[in-house]
Nanobody, 123 residues
């Protein structure tokens, strides 16, 4: 199976920065896109940023100009650098990945989620 483990969340004051990390592990053949989503209380989960295996990136409107996604393919890790944080960025941040893994007889494509990491921005 595949596991995604996030780290780097915490409490920060408005205007501060945080860097989230997500490491993928397991019996993987390849990782295609990786990304970050977030969910605030009472709201739907939304895309924050995503990055393909080729390095193309996509950002949600709330992240543009403030957040930067990157990945280290050798480490199967994706990062989210968050700057100029606002109280409205407070949410649980989830890592997501499209992975082709080794099945018992053939390769299997799947989509996986991490357990989430809390980011709280105080005003």
């Amino acid at each position: 199976q595949v596991q995604l483990v996030e780290s780097g969340g915490g409490l920060v004051q408005a205007g501060g920065s945080l860097r989230l990390s997500c490491a993928a592990s397991g019996s993987m053949f390849s990782i295609e896109a990786m990304g970050w989503y977030r969910q605030a209380p009472g709201k739907q989960r939304e895309l924050v940023a995503a990055i393909t295996s080729g390095g193309s990136t996509d950002y949600g409107d709330s992240a543009k100009g403030r957040f930067t996604i990157s990945r280290d393919s050798a480490k199967n890790t994706v990062y989210l650098q968050m700057n100029s944080l606002k109280p409205e960025d407070t949410a649980v941040y989830y890592c997501n990945a499209d992975v082709t893994r080794y099945g018992s007889s053939f390769k299997v494509k799947g989509n996986y989620w991490g357990q989430g990491t809390q980011v709280t921005v105080s005003s």
